[in-house]
């Protein structure tokens, strides 16, 4: 077998996890960069700010002061008493350390809780366009996505009656993203009540992802279904971290509050697992949550002035339409009035993927299809760079579109 491939085979389950369809997009776009062409990515997920000086600091010191091995598996107490001051101060919401597990990462903690809840045969609600690791994490436990459509029209939210409409005896858990990636929308406080009127006829876990709450601008409220509906709060695990937020994508810390058995069985699964997330990067997080909040202030008020110029500017190129999102750095955009038309080299733009695929080649501009979000018809737009990049994309976006026909 040396050297050449194995014909052993791989486990089953993977059969049902496809590859994600935005390698295809990135990996040219940056075959394109190595080539030295100037591409302008629209496709990151995080925060382009460097990580604030305090925090960084705080990981120099808990290295020298020895925070160099393992910890306990669920993360240190410090940060666990944080995360629930924190929380509480922000929800409202009292949580016990016990009922907060910290990993690798709030994808790490959203794996743990699909090991931890899903078996095969249950289903699992998952509004789209959703963030692509949802289904994929599903299914890759047997479990079955029960994908429900939402439009431009609602707000790409979620309807009470649409969520009446899919909860079975099958149903495990809902998942809910506000605001959301891909696309920027957050439920407000009435929203969530009625969603929340639904959810208590039925028993099921309700797993709110709110990694990207503290990014909203404008008049936008933020609330958390907790703060609405606190008596859902023995079956609704909150997911959130440090990436967004504190621009901290690198350092990896993540984490869930959630109902003691449910942070018992991950704390088992964590400890069979990665054990701790880094032990120095959770002295970090303890510095994020209880130092100065000016660095977010800061990026809130950059990300808000770019989300203007972004809507507007899309708004403005004939064939296209994006809402106004609430919240976090994506621009979610509407394109089908532009599919069906031919390029100047005489190929028909049919969906999506077509037409991120020219975009990239004509408009040297890097965007996410939606169809990877289960939004055809779609593409995604990151904000997450400067204002500079953002008006020479959407000239560049602009001048390819006109050259259709
Ligand atoms: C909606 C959503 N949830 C969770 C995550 C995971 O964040 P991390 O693993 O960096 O904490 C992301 C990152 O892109 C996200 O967009």
Not at 30 to 58: R, W, Y
Not at 266 to 294: D, F, H, K, R
């Amino acid at each position: 077998m040396a050297g050449g491939m194995s014909s052993l085979s791989l486990a089953k389950r993977l059969e049902v996890i496809q590859p994600s369809a935005t390698v295809a997009i990135s990996t040219k776009a940056n075959e394109m960069k190595a080539q030295g062409i100037d591409v302008l990515s629209f496709s990151v997920g995080e925060p382009d700010f460097d990580t604030p000086k305090h925090i960084c600091d705080a990981a120099k010191k808990a290295i020298d002061d020895g925070a160099t091995r393992y910890t306990a598996a669920r993360g240190i107490t410090p940060l666990r008493e944080a995360i629930c001051a924190r929380s509480k101060a922000r929800r409202g919401i009292e949580h016990d350390p016990s009922e907060v597990v910290v990993s690798v990462g709030a994808k790490h903690t959203l794996f743990n809780l699909a090991v931890v809840l899903y078996d095969p045969g249950d289903e699992v609600i998952v509004p789209a366009p959703y963030w692509v690791s949802y289904p994929a994490q599903v299914k890759l436990f047997g479990a079955e996505p029960v994908v429900l459509e939402t439009t431009a029209e609602s707000g790409y939210r979620l309807t009470p009656e649409q969520l009446k409409g899919a909860l079975t005896e099958k149903t495990k858990a809902v998942i809910l993203c506000s605001p959301s990636n891909p696309t920027g929308s957050a439920y407000s406080e009435a929203q969530l009540r009625a969603l929340a009127d639904v959810l208590k006829e039925h028993d099921c876990w309700i797993i709110v992802d709110e990694i990207y709450g503290e990014l909203v601008y404008g008049d936008f409220e933020q609330k958390s279904i907790l703060e609405v509906a606190p008596e859902l709060k023995e079956r609704t695990i909150l997911v959130d971290g440090v990436s967004k937020t504190y621009a901290m994508t690198g350092w990896r810390i993540g984490w869930m509050l959630a109902p003691k058995q449910v942070a018992t069985k991950v704390n088992t699964i964590q400890g069979q697992s990665t054990t701790n997330p880094c032990a120095n990067a959770q002295y970090a997080a303890i510095a994020a949550l209880e130092g100065p909040q000016e660095p977010v202030a800061e990026m809130r008020a950059a990300f808000a002035k770019r989300r203007g110029l972004i809507v507007e500017g899309i708004n403005a190129i004939e064939g296209l339409s994006c809402n106004e999102p609430e919240g976090a750095f994506y621009a979610f955009v509407k394109a089908t009035e532009v599919l069906g038309k031919r390029t100047p080299k005489g190929e028909v733009l049919d969906d999506d993927l077509k037409l991120c695929g020219y975009l990239l080649e004509e408009a040297k501009c890097a965007l996410v299809p939606g169809s990877a979000f289960g939004a055809p018809g779609h593409f995604r737009m990151s904000y997450a760079c400067s204002e500079a990049q953002i008006q020479e994309g959407l000239k560049r976006i602009r001048e390819a579109l006109a050259a259709l026909s």
